[in-house]
């Protein structure tokens, strides 16, 4: 299984970006979603997630300005980013969690490269 992120870059204070992460391989199903962040200097920190069937969780940092949405049928996951502030600069990773591959009983935890947003002042 592959994690393929895309939609990164550098945009202006108050700009908008769409992030978007496609798991490959031979997927069954994935129970949940979602992007993390890292900024230089800090650790790893949770953005927003979603199960299959759509319940969402945000950051309390990026509620109201940042939309994570979902399909299923692609194994894609996307994250709209609004209102985007220099604080939200960092590399944006995907992650699916408990991905059932055909013909295994165990789910995995999959993670993608990362992408890396630039919000400039």
């Known amino acids: 299984v592959q994690l393929q992120a895309s939609g990164g870059g550098l945009v202006q204070a108050g700009g908008s970006l769409r992030l978007s992460c496609a798991a490959s391989g031979n997927i069954f199903g994935v129970n949940a979603m979602g992007w993390y962040r890292q900024a230089p200097g800090n650790q790893r920190e949770l953005v927003a997630t979603?199960?299959?069937?759509?319940?969402?969780n945000y950051a309390d940092s990026v509620k109201g300005r940042f939309t994570i949405s979902r399909d299923n049928a692609k194994n894609t996951v996307y994250l709209q980013m609004n209102s985007l502030k220099p604080e939200d600069t960092a590399v944006y990773y995907c992650?699916?969690?408990?991905?059932?591959?055909?013909?295994?009983?165990?789910?995995?935890?999959?993670w993608g490269k990362g992408t890396l947003v630039t919000v400039s002042s």
């Open positions: 992650n699916a969690d408990g991905v059932l591959e055909r013909g295994r009983s165990k789910e995995y935890d999959y």
């Open positions: 979603i199960t299959s069937r759509g319940v969402t």
